[in-house]
């Protein structure tokens, strides 16, 4: 593991985002952006609706109505995103960064972080750091969190989005295979989950579960991932129950994403399923959003995913039958 001395207060000013503005956006654009969400997008959420959790305590939940532009949701809080050197992880940074939230980033590859951070920095965070590691390792979760203890004293939000590498192919048998991702796709939430948990109680924060349609309705080619993202699915579900027995006014947000234009996605994907995916840095706000708003789930692109679920639901046979008649199935690749 190891620690980045890149940390700082805020630099340059941001540039727009070109999907949704934060900071310096335009009014009708971001008047745009929430439309949109009580819009198309509201179907899905109204359906999922907010947690029950902290009902009857003093802090208010976010409604739509009366949540703040995206420039001020997370203003000055303490945010953990983990998988945050590329694709979907390093768009939520920037836009995190944009809202002048305080970063601490994880992934393996600490050149890519280092880049990250300072973007981070030069496009507003409050401040930017990052540590360096594989989350297949047991010690990395305890020193994630202990590095947010001595640094802010204090979290607001755990962002937890990383995935070890998986094919998009045959299950070809490799057992240590799947152990070695539920460990780092699953495992490792769990633990990065429970030692932040004291800190998010304390600030009554937010767990944001990055999953996947994968990890509700399974297709083929995706055997040992999808496996990881239905367990996160079965813990932090039954988690979030109990956190509103006990009246523990932390949120969990599991997001169900389809495909997304993340370069690794693309190119396990693009050969076998002819399909446009949706853009990385859209998805990255509605997952900042969602869990801001404290929703439960999740649903993006909305139509897609939903249509998806709501068609498992009454036919997962059917369901099965189009996934796979959509795939160009003479390419997919047998290891
Ligand atoms: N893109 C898509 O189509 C979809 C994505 N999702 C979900 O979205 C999330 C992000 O996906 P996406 O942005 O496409 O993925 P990327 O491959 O772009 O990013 C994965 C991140 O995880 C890090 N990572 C990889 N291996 C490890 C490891 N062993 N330990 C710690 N960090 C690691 C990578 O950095 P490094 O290599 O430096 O460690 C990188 O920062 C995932 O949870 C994925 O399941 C869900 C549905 C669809
Ligand atoms: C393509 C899968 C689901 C079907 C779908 O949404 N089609 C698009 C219809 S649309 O054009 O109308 O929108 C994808 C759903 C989940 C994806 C997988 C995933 O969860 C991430 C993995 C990340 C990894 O780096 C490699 C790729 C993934 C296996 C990715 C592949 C595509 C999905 C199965």
Redesign the pocket.
């Known amino acids: 593991m190891k620690l980045s001395l890149l940390s700082g207060q805020a630099g340059c000013r941001a540039q727009a985002s070109h999907v949704f503005p934060t900071k310096l956006g335009s009014g009708p654009r971001l008047q745009w952006g929430l439309t949109r969400l009580a819009g198309t997008e509201r179907s899905s959420r109204d359906r999922e609706g907010l947690q029950g959790q902290g009902r009857g305590t003093a802090r208010a939940v976010p409604t739509l109505s009366s949540a703040p532009s995206s420039a001020e949701m997370l203003r000055g809080k303490r945010v953990i995103v983990?998988?945050?050197?590329?694709?979907?992880?390093?768009q939520m940074a920037y836009h995190l960064a944009r809202m002048e939230a305080h970063l601490l980033l994880?992934?393996?590859?600490e050149a890519?972080l280092q880049k990250v951070v300072e973007r981070c920095l030069e496009l507003g965070a409050a401040s930017a750091r990052y540590i360096s590691g594989?989350?297949?390792s047991p010690s990395l979760p305890e020193q994630v969190l202990r590095e947010a203890e001595n640094t802010w004293g204090g979290l607001d939000m755990l962002i937890l989005?990383?995935?070890?590498?998986s094919g998009f192919t045959f299950f070809s048998g490799d057992v240590g295979h799947v152990r070695k991702l539920m460990e780092?796709n699953f495992v490792s939430y769990v633990a990065l989950a429970t030692a932040a948990l004291p800190m998010l109680k304390e600030s009554e924060g937010s767990i944001v579960v990055?999953?996947?349609?994968?990890g509700k309705v399974a297709g083929p080619f995706t055997a040992p991932y999808s496996a990881t993202?239905f367990a996160l699915d079965g813990f932090f579900s039954s988690l979030r129950q109990e956190l509103i027995i006990e009246k523990v006014n932390v949120s969990i947000t599991l997001c169900i994403?389809?495909?997304?234009n993340?370069?690794?996605?693309v190119r396990a994907v693009s050969h076998v399923i002819p399909d446009t995916?949706a853009p990385?840095e859209e998805c990255a706000l509605e997952i900042i959003r969602a869990g801001f708003l404290r929703h439960r789930e999740l649903h993006y692109p909305a139509r897609t995913v939903s249509t998806m679920l709501l068609i498992h639901s009454i036919s997962p046979e059917l369901l099965n039958s189009i996934i796979r008649s959509s795939y160009r199935l003479e390419n997919v690749q047998r290891t």
């Open positions: 983990t998988g945050a050197s590329s694709g979907i992880g390093e994880t992934a393996r590859t890519k594989s989350m297949d989005n990383h995935i070890g590498q780092t990055v999953s996947s349609i994968a993202k994403l389809g495909y997304i993340t370069e690794s996605a995916p990385k």
